[in-house]
T-cell receptor
């Protein structure tokens, strides 16, 4: 089952903050976040494994609420280079753990 | 070497052609994946090879045939494709096998396929 991402698109000015949400209807083993720039491959940002875990990558951080099966990606003081499509990927419990990607959030940062 | 290399970058083929997409990684990763991505959509999983064995086939039509000759190489053989198969085909690899979980994917740049 595909996780649900919101919003579908967001437009920011440089220096503004944004939050992207990802939720799943199934119990999650992990949540991954990837960014894909136009015409390029998706690039791994971070993985969250434990309920309540928070991780950071420069000014991009994320949280994972295991009880709610939700994750949020926080982009603070956004830069032009943050533009792209952000995908969450969720991994369930079971013998074969493959990622299922959400529908994506298109982030545009304007000067 | 931290790259996944895919060839060709672009491929145009007719519906009666037979062609192949190739993927190579030298990171010692034990799982390799084929994803299909349509414009403005997320990558969709097609196949997973874990320790050189086909572990996942997401009900992909038989006109797509994967092959894993060794732990570094992954091929996708294409035959009698339809125009709706036009898409970006992404190869990815991950360190652990598919059952180990928490597999961070390293993607190749993709092969953009157009079926006429």
């Amino acid at each position: 089952q595909q996780p649900v991402q919101s919003p579908q698109a967001v437009i920011l000015r440089e220096g503004e903050d944004a939050v992207i949400n990802c939720s799943s209807s199934k119990a999650l083993y992990s949540v991954h976040w990837y960014r894909q720039k136009h015409g390029e491959a998706p690039v791994f940002l971070m993985i969250l494994l434990k309920g309540g875990e928070q991780k950071g990558h420069e000014k991009i951080s994320a949280s994972f609420n295991e009880k709610k099966q939700q994750s949020s990606l926080y982009l603070t003081a956004s830069q032009l280079s943050y533009s792209g499509t952000y995908f969450c990927g969720t991994e369930g419990w079971g013998s074969a753990r493959q990622l299922t990607f959400g529908s994506g959030t298109q982030l545009t940062v304007l000067p | 070497d931290t790259e996944v290399t895919q060839t060709p970058k672009h491929l145009v083929m007719g519906m009666t052609n037979k062609k192949s997409l190739k993927c190579e990684q030298h990171m010692g990763h034990r799982a390799m994946y084929w994803y299909k991505q349509k414009a403005k959509k997320p990558p969709e999983l097609m196949f997973v090879y874990s320790y050189e064995k086909l572990s996942i086939n997401e009900s992909v039509p038989s006109r797509f045939s994967p092959e894993c000759p060794n732990s570094s190489l992954l091929n996708l053989h294409l035959h009698a494709l339809q125009p709706e198969d036009s898409a970006l085909y992404l190869c990815a690899s991950s360190h652990g096998g598919i059952s180990s979980g928490a597999n961070v994917l390293t993607f190749g740049a993709g092969s953009r396929l157009t079926v006429l």
